[in-house]
């Protein structure tokens, strides 16, 4: 364990322990960046009021059973009771030392894995993704991405929306244009056109309808033909899938996919079981459970509907079978539902008839990670200026266009020629995009603001795939291997001291990403990392010819350390760092 804020902290527990007692030694030492000392410990105040003493004096009795001899150089009590701790430059330096040798960057598995389910992305069949889809996509896929690098069993889950009515009308319009024909086709490129096109037969053509709705019957009744054309649609859909992941670089797969449909045999005995249970009853025709707590305005019970009255099963019957089949068949410690704040109530009301009936073990954690809405610069929901759902496609082009045109106006090492000019842009501007879905707090909405995410200043993707480029421009500049600087790391100035404190904070801030689901909280270390960077450059010279030998060779192994971490950090994120720019 490199990660200083980690290292405190359990120093200071020990401290706590052998101080107040046993009891204490679990207890939270508030260990935080400070503007006096790297850090301080806070845990006296709260602690005080426990204790019904003085802060002043608890602080005093942590700081004379605190063993930091080999880590810190001065511990003094301030304030009201904080405990300032300064960091001794020979640990800082052996400990990057430490991480620089190290593949996971000291990054420790983690000795309490904890089976993951990363349900993201789910979309529905036959329709455009639209920019929510896309931020869950992003974020889940960050998310999936942490968890497994600490060592979590993640897994992926796309549940798709591939089950239910409208697939009636669907399958009937498949069947009328011809499963070959380029209308069937837009379900590879144009989902939505196709959906359209079904929707408005279905709504002006009555025949057409009674067809539409006798196939539902039949698709519920699991007859084999009409299971053979629903399964064309989604493998159709699928294409189409592919497409829009593989541009983004997203690590979700076939194999992946638990759509709706998935669960669709586990429905009956699902609603029949809470009924047994007596948590569902009949309200109005439909099987119903409330969830106690959940009330309306009139402060009315609210429902979750388990059966409708015309006997067919809701999308929160699914959502029930998949937590039963999570914790049964897959085994479960933890679910994190990548999805869009509005269906915030669907999670809660769900998750608690689950635990009513049973279904989830005490310490399986069932988290909704709510995802805001992607707003226009209008402050509106992001849509076509028509009204309609932005086809992602498009708005991917977009973005690689724009970051084009920026990419143009920045110094570059050397003339690219035309292809390799464009595959840098297509980084930068599905990096921008994503970047931008990630770096806010997962809950806020955001505007969708072109300008912003492409700039290569501020915390954006551009500014931190542009700030690995330039570090690899040191290299090869300097005609030094990254991989062969083996130092030593030495810490002669402020701007060197705090760059490898920054990089020592890297485990800590994967682990909170990671226990928070937040990836965001990654993406404002790599940023202040990055910041951190461009401050130690612009004081410490590398390859002028005046540097001495040992001095180069330490700022060679920072450099090499700091690309490598940001790197990582970004690719963890699931941005792509071009090797030049
Ligand atoms: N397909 C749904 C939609 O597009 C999202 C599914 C979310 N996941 C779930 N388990 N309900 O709104």
Known sequence: ?????????????????????????????????????????????????????????????????????????????????????????EWIAAQAQIMHGDERLAVPVTDDPHKVVVEYSSPNVAKEMHVGHLRTTIVGDAIARILEFLGHPVVRDNHLGDWGTPFGMLIEHLLDVGEHSAEARLLETDPNSFYQAARVKFDTEPAFAERARERVVRLQAGDADTLRHWQELVDLSKEYLHRIYGRLGVSLTDEDI?????????????????????????????????????????????????????????????????????????????????????????????????RMAGWVPEDMRLEHAQIGNVLGTDGKILRTRAGGTIKLSELIDEAVERAGQEFDKIEHDEPFDERTRQAIV??????????????????????????????????????????????????????????DTPGPIALGTAAERA???????????????????????????????????????????????????????????????????LVKGLDLLGVTAPDRM
Not at 51 to 70: M, N, Q, S, T
Not at 272 to 296: H, N, R, W
Not at 428 to 448: N, P, Q, T
């Open 258 to 354: 638990r759509g709706e449909s998935f669960y669709n045999h586990l429905l009956a005995a699902t609603a029949a079981e809470l009924q047994d249970k007596g948590i569902a009853v009949i309200s109005d025709g439909a099987l119903c459970a409330f969830p106690p707590g959940f009330t309306g305005r009139e402060g009315e019970p609210l429902p979750v509907i388990i059966r409708k009255r015309d006997g067919g099963y809701n999308y929160s019957t699914t959502d029930l079978a998949t937590i039963r089949y999570r914790a049964d068949d897959l085994k479960i410690d933890r679910a994190i539902y990548v999805v869009g704040a509005s269906q915030g109530l669907h999670f809660q009301m769900v998750f608690a008839v689950a």
């Open 426 to 483: 297509e980084a930068v501007g599905v990096g921008a995009v994503k970047y931008a879905d990630l770096s806010v707090a997962l809950d806020s909405e955001y505007v969708f603001d072109f300008d912003r995410m492409i700039s290569f200043k501020g915390n954006t993707g551009p500014y931190l795939q542009y700030a690995t480029a330039r570090i690899r421009s040191i290299f090869r500049k300097g005609g030094v291997d990254p991989q």
């Open 1 to 89: 364990m490199s990660d200083p804020q980690l290292v405190l902290a359990a120093r200071v527990q020990a401290a706590l322990a052998a101080a107040f007692g046993p009891e204490y030694a679990d207890t939270d030492p508030v260990i935080r960046p400070s503007q006096f000392a790297d850090f301080q410990a806070n845990v006296a105040l709260p602690l005080a009021k426990r204790l019904g003493r003085k802060p002043r004096d608890v602080a005093g009795e942590i700081v004379a059973r605190l063993d930091v001899a080999d880590l810190c150089t001065a511990i003094e009590v301030s304030g009201p009771g904080f405990v300032n701790l300064t960091l001794s430059e």
């Open 499 to 565: 760059l490898a404190l920054r990089l020592l904070g890297f485990g800590g801030a994967v682990a909170l990403a990671g226990e928070t689901a937040e990836p965001h909280r990654l993406c404002a270390y790599v940023f202040e990392l990055a910041s951190a960077f461009t401050t130690f450059y612009e004081n410490c010279p590398v390859l002028k010819d005046d540097v001495e030998p040992a001095v180069r060779a330490s700022r060679l192994a920072l450099c090499a350390l700091t690309l490598r971490t």
